[in-house]
């Protein structure tokens, strides 16, 4: 019992706009998962990875004057990066492929250690959003509300766009930002300028289709494992596939000549070089302007498909 | 106690306009009417909402939030045109649905301020009306509880607790009391009551328990087989065709009953041996004395007979299956 037994009593006042209550989902959906332990860990840890392409920066900037750290970062370029092209400007000229060499160690950090940090965050948080609402019948409250399935769908997205915004677009804005600092002169700026707009365009492209897909399979069943498990084999098997697809021929049993695969012909059975394509061209180092449009089709069809998906599969409950 | 009139939002000036107008309302599934030409006229005030399983309640309540889409049919909600407004409608509309449904993670107090912010409450006023509107539905310490944790009667509560958060003009009841023990369903009539009585809300309670219908509504509506059967209010329901008396008498009733013949009334003897004298009221009772004391008859009880909730339902049921 209350010490001030109020009863009920009229409210009045103003109401917000209806336009911003998707943001009231987001943010409900992102205090609960912030409750969880292990996804705090996996947000810290998936900080770490920035350190290397800052010291590849910095060893880069540095060897603009300094011999020693030019031949480190020459030695990176013709092995781990390969990029022996680059490794040969470096050694001319080292101040006409900055710009690309920063963009190849940032595309690196987003290709590989954000890329899987993601895979693992979405498999962990996605599955929770849609399917936990359609075991719970929470659907049946939110609809209530002056609420579209679209501003719910938004809504819903917006908590994977926040959690992943945090360890891809800040993670490389940051990254940036440190690049500038380690670098001898502020000068930097005017040849890299355009950079923190890639990472922002390269982070829609990595965000925008990955959350759809997700929701997607979070929509199509109660059990949220099991969007968990599809979710996951979708990576794994692309992968999988189009290593097999693409090494497979190069492989020459005895004395059959090795074959010479087009490997851009199968990158679209997984989502992994899709993706990577897609954003390759956005940070400007694959010039072949034609040959990325199928990626760009394809993660325009998950955004979509995806979408729609989960908008009949809340209509279709809502009818029951 | 001041009776409030319900002022439609659009209206002001035509404090009876009805809650609820439809006309022509159809909902199939699969070729099967769940709602069949649905015409209604809803007054303020309570209105209870009945019909057996399947009958198309809780299909005409999403329909009305504009929750399934249907066939056909227009009308209006509250002044607003329904269909069209739907969304304007649900931010007036309270709605506590049936189904065991709550979002998963929050606790009680997180979930009533949550839908309070759904409505359009600013953050801060959203807790600040969710702590009062919590305390009034006797949700107690077990806001700070999650909800998964709760009991049946705990979570109708909150069901409660959220529809009301909003201070809607309207509110739509799907089996408020189910899973509540007695004393707690009657306290959740008695706030019904008092939400209708003191501060002016229609409310639309759907529901199988006919005493909860009897115990605080004032229009019926009872839908079978999508159609409505029966919509009037409760006082008009309650009067038998003819005026008929209810009489219950000490020991033997054959001369009293030979009496009351010989005078020109029909009567029936009910199960429970009480008599039902048709074609008489309670304005005409002293000639039904002057036979008892003819006859030597005590009579124990005398009073005008109503028809019963339960009598009108099983009617209008069996009606529809057997057209």
């Known amino acids: 019992m209350p010490v001030h037994d109020l009863g009920y009593r009229k409210w009045v006042g103003k109401r917000n706009h209806q336009l911003i209550r998707p943001l009231y989902v987001a943010r409900s959906g992102i205090t609960l998962i912030w409750r969880r332990r292990m ?62 060499v920063w963009s190849t160690l940032i595309l690196g950090f987003f290709r590989v250690p954000q890329l899987y940090s993601m895979v693992l965050l979405i498999g962990l948080i996605a599955p929770l959003l849609i399917s936990y609402d359609l075991r719970s019948k929470a659907y049946l409250q939110y609809f209530s509300r002056p609420l579209s399935p679209n501003e719910y769908i938004v809504g819903k997205s917006a908590v994977i766009w926040f959690f992943l915004g945090m360890i891809t677009t800040l993670p490389g804005l940051t990254l940036y930002l440190l690049g500038v600092l380690l670098s001898p002169e502020i000068s930097v700026v005017g040849m890299t300028w355009d950079i923190p707009l890639r990472i922002l365009i390269a982070s829609v492209a990595l965000i925008v289709p990955t959350t759809a897909l997700a929701i997607g399979y979070s929509a199509c069943t109660v059990e949220n494992r099991y969007a968990s498990f599809a979710w996951f084999a979708t990576w794994i098997m692309g992968s999988v596939a189009y290593q097999v697809l693409t090494n497979a021929p190069r492989m020459g049993r005895g004395r059959r000549p090795r074959m010479d695969v087009d490997t851009e012909r199968w990158l679209l059975v997984s989502p992994y070089h899709t993706l990577g394509k897609v954003e390759t061209w956005i940070f400007g180092l694959d010039t072949g302007d034609s040959s990325v449009w199928p990626a760009v089709l394809i993660l325009l069809a998950v955004i979509v498909i995806g979408t729609l998906f989960v908008r009949s599969r809340l209509i279709g409950k809502l009818s029951v | 106690m001041k009776r409030y009139t319900y002022l439609s939002p659009t209206c002001p000036e035509s404090p009876l306009s009805p809650i609820i107008s439809l006309t022509g309302v159809t909902k199939l599934y699969s070729g099967f009417r769940a709602l069949d030409d649905v015409s209604l006229e809803i007054q303020p005030g309570i209105t209870g909402l009945l019909g057996p ?53 929050l606790t009680g107090i997180e979930a009533v301020a949550f839908m309070a912010n759904l409505s359009g409450l600013p953050k801060t006023e ?78 639309l309670l759907s529901t199988h ?55 020109g009334y029909t009567v029936t003897t009910k199960t429970d041996g009480t008599l039902k004298i048709i074609g008489t009221d309670i304005e005409q009772v002293s000639n039904v004395w002057d036979i008892a004391a003819a006859t030597g008859t005590s009579i124990r009880r005398l009073a005008p007979a109503q028809n019963s909730l339960e009598e009108i339902f099983f009617q209008a049921v069996s009606a529809s299956e057997h057209p």
């Not at chain 2, 000490?250 to 009496?259: H, R, S």
């Open chain 2, 126 to 203: 959203g807790m600040r009306r969710a702590h009062e509107i919590t305390d009034f539905c006797d949700i107690g310490e077990e806001k700070y509880r999650g909800v998964e944790a709760y009991s049946t009667g705990m979570r109708q509560k909150l069901k409660f607790a959220q529809a009301l958060v909003h201070d809607p003009p309207f509110l739509i009841l799907d089996e408020p009391t189910t899973g509540l023990d007695p004393d707690q369903r009657d306290a959740m009539l008695r706030r019904i009551r008092t939400l209708a009585q003191e501060h002016g809300k229609s409310i």
């Open chain 1, 39 to 100: 996804l705090k860990l996996l947000l810290m840890l998936a900080w770490l990875p920035i350190a290397i392409p800052a010291i590849g920066i910095f060893c880069f900037e540095q060897g603009v004057t300094d011999m020693t750290y030019r031949r480190v970062i020459i030695r990176t370029l013709q092995g781990p990066m390969e990029r022996p092209d680059l490794a040969a400007q470096m050694l001319q000229d080292p101040v006409s492929v900055r710009h690309e």
């Open chain 2, 209 to 263: 328990i006919l005493p909860d219908v009897k115990a605080v509504c004032d229009q019926v509506v009872i839908l079978a087989r999508g159609k409505v059967r029966v919509h009037d209010s409760m006082e008009n329901l309650s009067k038998p065709a003819e005026p008929t008396l209810n009489v219950m008498t000490y020991g033997e009733k054959a001369a009293f009953l030979n009496g009351l013949e010989k005078a």
């Open chain 2, 53 to 105: 399983n399947g009958s198309g309640k809780s299909t005409l309540i999403k329909s009305l939030l504009g929750l399934v889409r249907n066939h056909q049919g227009t009308g209006t909600v509250l002044g607003l045109q329904w269909p069209r407004e739907v969304r304007e409608i649900r931010d007036r509309v309270g709605y506590l649905p049936e189904d065991d449904c709550y979002i998963a993670g």
